[in-house]
């Protein structure tokens, strides 16, 4: 139900760890391969290992700021491939914005020697990760895939060329900033780095990323990974209604521990039986379906069904356009004053509230 196809893999489910502290060396490696993700992406890795200013992490507003760029090295990287012996395929990540073309293309081809299958490239330079993928392609013998920034003008172009040079895959995106985390007692900045700036990720991040994930299944025919808030079964769904076909998480199972990725596949297997599918794949760009259909209309009005509605009052208090009136204990909405906004419904915890 949830094997999924990717880059020649048939993986046992489309969930994936990705670049993190959790697959930053070889005994977290091992004990998240045998914790349920379908595939691993290793944390980005630098010619030497490098450690990052503490403090890195920052737990926001149940998402994560972070200011981690830890590493340990390349030569390290090659020792922990040569010993690794995992159920679930492993890719490496370059962290490419460290180093020139040249230098990712030797890292790429040192860790392949390594025994590495897939290799990731990461830059937030777009320009420079068609030019490293142009050098990677006749040189390395094994499914290149890069991963991108947020939010990247001229998308569509860029994905041409990054098609054109020869990936197989890609990923989107990394985590989104910098931004800054104070303490409002002290005016302290919360992370170690120099100018206390970080990225955040976790589950605030998942509309834009799903947003990003259609945009680029829309453009490109290569599988694409989609990584950024998922961090439960609802939010796989969507991210594979985006049109992903393999969803990446790092922050949710370092906030919640491995297990997140058995209860996400039990939930998948539950959506796919409580919805007749046959397979996970059957959701795959559905949204982009819908949306390609979808009406666009000013007209719609909202109407409260009396028989949900528990009288709380709260859909009265947020219409501003003084929509909603309440006669002998049952809501109503003046269809004449409605403007169609969507807040009531939005406020509605009985989901009592519609649009016609
Ligand atoms: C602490 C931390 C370290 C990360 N390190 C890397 C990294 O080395 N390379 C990389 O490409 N992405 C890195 N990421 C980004 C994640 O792989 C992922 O793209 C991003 O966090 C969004 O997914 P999430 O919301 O599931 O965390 C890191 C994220 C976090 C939270």
């Known amino acids: 139900m949830l094997t999924t196809e990717f880059l020649g893999y048939t993986l046992k489910n489309p969930m994936m760890l990705t670049e993190g502290p959790l697959s930053g060396k070889k005994e977290l490696i091992e004990e998240a391969a045998g914790s349920g993700p379908g595939l691993i992406f290793t944390k980005g890795i630098r010619p030497e290992p490098v450690s990052s200013p503490v403090p890195y992490m920052k737990v926001y507003q149940g998402s994560l700021m972070n200011a981690d760029w830890s590493c340990i090295g390349i030569d390290a990287w090659e020792k922990v491939l040569h010993e690794l012996d995992i159920p679930v395929p492993l890719i490496t990540s370059i962290a490419k914005n460290y180093v020139d073309a040249d230098t990712a293309i030797i890292m790429a081809k040192r860790l392949v020697k390594a025994g590495s299958k897939i290799i990731s490239f990461v830059d937030y330079n777009p320009a420079e990760l068609v030019q490293t993928v142009k050098l990677a392609r006749p ?147 559905k949204t982009r379906m819908i949306l390609q259909e979808k009406e666009v209309s000013e007209k719609f009005r909202a109407e409260i069904d009396e028989a949900l509605c528990i009288n709380c009052g709260l859909c009265l208090k947020v219409c501003y356009s003084n929509a909603i009136n309440c006669k002998e204990n049952t809501y109503i909405v003046e269809r004449a004053s409605c403007v169609g906004c969507g807040l009531c419904a939005g406020v509605c915890s009985k989901d009592a509230i519609h649009f016609n």
């Open 139 to 285: 040189v390395i013998k094994v499914p290149i895939m890069v991963k991108l920034p947020p939010f990247l003008p001229g998308l569509e172009e860029i994905l041409k060329q990054l098609v054109n040079a020869g990936i197989d895959a890609v990923a989107a995106m990394d985590s989104i900033g910098p931004g800054l985390v104070i303490d409002s007692e002290t005016g302290e900045a919360s992370l170690g780095s120099g100018d206390g700036s970080g990225y955040l990720s976790g589950k605030a991040i998942l509309p834009f990323t799903l947003k990003y994930i259609y945009e680029i299944s829309r453009f490109v025919d290569v599988p694409v990974v989609g990584v950024g808030g998922v961090t439960d079964t609802e939010g796989a769904v969507k991210m594979m209604m985006a049109g992903a076909t393999g969803v990446g998480m790092a922050t949710a199972p370092m906030l919640k521990g491995f297990g997140v990725y058995n209860d996400i596949t039990e939930g998948l297997e539950k959506y796919i039986l409580s919805h007749n599918l046959k397979s996970i794949s059957e959701i795959r760009g």
